[in-house]
């Protein structure tokens, strides 16, 4: 069998940098701020407008998404993300970097680049260290927006990427599929309320194992080395070469653990899209393990 030669999923930021001063962001590397924060906590569209890595453009999640949907963060038709990257100035022949400012080091950006692959764009990057450890080394940083020329973007689901309610549930009775869950241990276990005002309470899919995304990530925000990440999967014996679908609260910190994999060579990780959020609303009482209701008993 042949191997796949794999895209490199991260890009340091000294090799961004060096893109930025000698001029080559445009329509061959196009760089994205994929920043999302809890409303009142931060406003990821201010900072943005305030100080970005020069030539970025802003990807707002909130509007690149099926805003018909009852769940959070589900992703867009196909036209709809062709037409939204295309007027970034996106064709299919543009290297994407996606970061974000989260303090942890990355945390929407593993889904903004996930979401590139899944409409079958192989050649996006993560800003390793993300914006965080840019400004703290001192790179470039500039409030002027840029205005790119609108490109074409051809986007052509790869649903192989992707699962389902209905994919899960027929997971539960094949269990062909190895289910990893990123939340927080509280949360997955039911020890700790899920985040908002939604009615979610916290808990699993049975069968699921639990690998919290930030412990991918070393304190500083950088991604762990693929031979320690290796090693976590390892010790949840988790089988890199079996098939494996990611889940969370809302398919967006799932991406990290499709992304944890990609460094270890195993690019054909799927992404439960609704996650929790759809499954505590839609499968029965028995489909849903939890300590919730007992602790609050």
């Known amino acids: 069998m042949v191997q796949q030669v794999l895209y490199r999923a991260l890009v340091s930021t000294k090799w961004l940098s060096e893109s930025v001063l000698a001029k080559r962001i445009g329509p061959s590397l196009r760089v994205l701020d994929a920043s999302w924060y809890t409303p009142g906590e931060r406003n990821a569209q201010q900072e943005f407008r305030d100080r970005h890595v020069p030539g970025a453009s802003f990807f707002d999640i909130e509007e690149c998404k099926d805003k018909s949907s009852p769940y959070e963060l589900m992703l867009p038709s196909e036209a709809h993300f062709a037409d939204y990257v295309g007027h970034l100035g996106i064709s299919n022949d543009t290297h994407v970097v996606v970061y974000d400012g989260d303090d942890l080091g990355s945390f929407y950006a593993p889904r903004a680049w996930w979401m590139f692959r899944v409409f079958g764009h192989r050649t996006v990057s993560v800003l390793n260290g993300g914006f965080k450890n840019w400004v703290k080394e001192g790179h470039?940083?500039?409030?002027?927006?840029?205005?790119?020329?609108?490109?074409?973007?051809?986007?052509?689901?790869?649903?192989?990427?992707?699962?389902?309610?209905?994919?899960?549930?027929?997971n539960m009775e094949s269990k062909r599929f190895q289910v990893v869950d990123s939340r927080s241990e509280g949360r997955y276990r039911g020890t700790e309320s899920e985040p908002g005002n939604e009615g979610l309470e916290p808990g699993h899919i049975p069968g699921s194992l639990n690998m919290p995304f930030f412990k991918f990530l070393t304190e500083a925000g950088f991604e762990k080395s693929p031979e320690e990440i290796r090693s976590m999967f390892q010790e949840k014996k988790v089988d890199l070469s079996q098939p494996l679908i990611a889940t969370c609260r809302k398919g967006v910190t799932a991406c990290h653990i499709a992304l944890a994999a990609y460094l270890c060579g195993k690019p054909d990780v799927a992404i439960y899209d609704g996650s929790w959020s759809e499954w505590f609303r839609r499968a029965p009482p028995e489909h849903k393990l939890s300590e919730w209701k007992r602790n609050k008993a």
Request: aromatic share 6%; no cysteine.
């Open 140 to 170: 470039p940083v500039t409030s002027e927006i840029s205005r790119p020329e609108p490109a074409v973007f051809k986007a052509t689901l790869d649903r192989s990427l992707l699962k389902t309610y209905t994919d899960m549930v027929e």
